[in-house]
Nanobody, 120 residues
């Protein structure tokens, strides 16, 4: 089994910054793409950013230039640096990893989420 744990959420004023972290653990053979999604209040979950195993990032249009995704393959971690935060960035942020377990089962694994609240 593969487990993901996010951290770093909190309350911040508009214009501020937060850095989210996500650590993957368990029976991991390989992690392919890692990504961040978010669920704003009353809305569906939406894509924020992803990064491939060779560090190629992709961003949702509204966060491009403000958010930076990175990863540490040695530690099975991914990070989301969020700058110039806006009130519309308020959401529960989820980490996702496309991972291959030691039983060679490939699946998308999700963390429990971390709350980010941006106040005006």
């Amino acid at each position: 089994q593969v487990h993901l744990v996010e951290s770093g959420g909190g309350l911040v004023q508009a214009g501020g910054s937060l850095r989210l972290s996500c650590a993957a653990s368990g029976s991991i053979t390989r992690i392919n793409t890692m990504a961040w999604y978010r669920r704003p209040p009353g809305k569906e979950r939406e894509f924020v950013a992803s990064i491939t195993s060779d560090d190629f990032p992709t961003y949702e249009y509204s966060v491009k230039g403000r958010f930076t995704i990175s990863r540490d393959n040695a530690k099975n971690m991914t990070f989301l640096q969020m700058n110039s935060l806006k009130t519309e960035d308020t959401a529960v942020y989820y980490c996702m990893a496309d991972a291959v377990s030691t039983t060679f089962n490939e699946d998308d694994y999700w963390g429990q989420g971390t709350q980010v609240t941006v106040s005006s």
